[in-house]
């Protein structure tokens, strides 16, 4: 067995953070390297997000959090106690701090030689495993277009989940620390849970008069509101995100998300 990272859970939720090697060159037919076909594709992805567009994320009703970020050379090569590197359109110059080079030379860095890099990191319901699976049958196009521009990734895809797994844990990077600020609430519940404060929140201002004083049949009017909201999730999510929640007739339905 390798020796692979664990990832931490904390109350009901997992983490995950990946540092793969984005490939070099030309993408196959194309004119652009992988690192700009893939700064598109999360460009698109952002692009639908601001314009509240679906998204292939969104389909995951456990995401809690996701971010994508590319990590180039000339973003990390930075200034530090000993040395520093100053950009340019040829490369990279390296000098000592005190404005002088190294050896009394300039060293030259090529930065077409150095390696850009895909960071990703997120929390989700659930253990890492799941995540990646319910990435795999759920999101497996979306996710080959990302990280298929990335050094070693499966040819076949996510859709061969251990080779898939085996990817991610290889690029996993350990989380020293990790908060979660909500204990045992999951995305479903948390979605649910605020379709019910609005309705509340709605409800008690029907229920108030101008002078604050409550309104006549208040207790009518609440047993009203009960059994109109009286949409009570029972187990969820599972494995892929789906909940089950009990209605007024006493019958349970089966769900992909909160609001469908």
Known sequence: MPDWVDSKYVGGVGEVTLLTP????????????????????????????????????????????????LLRPAQYLYSDKDQL??????????????????????????????????????????????????????????VDRI?????????????????????????????HAFYNAYPGLSVPRIHQLDVFKRQFDSFVAKTRRPDGRSIAGLSDAFDRFIAETATIPVGFPDAGGVYEIAVPDGTKARYKTPLE
């Open 22 to 69: 984005i490939k070099k060159g030309l993408v196959p037919g194309e004119l652009r390297t992988y690192e700009q076909r893939l700064h598109a594709e999360l460009q698109s992805v952002q692009q639908r997000i601001e314009k509240g567009f679906p998204t292939p994320v969104a389909r995951l009703p456990t995401i809690h959090f996701a971010r994508w970020l």
């Open 85 to 142: 590197y100053c950009g340019g359109k040829d490369g990279a110059i390296l000098y000592w701090n005190d404005g002088t080079a190294p050896n009394g030379k300039k060293v030259k860095v090529d930065l077409d030689t150095l390696t850009s890099w895909l960071f990703f990191t997120s929390n989700f319901d659930g253990d890492m495993k799941t995540y990646l699976r319910d990435f795999s049958v759920v999101l497996g196009e979306d």
């Open 147 to 175: 990280w298929g521009n990335c050094e070693g990734y499966p040819p076949e895809g996510s859709k061969h989940f251990d080779a898939y797994w085996a990817y991610a844990k290889r690029y996993q990077l350990t989380t």
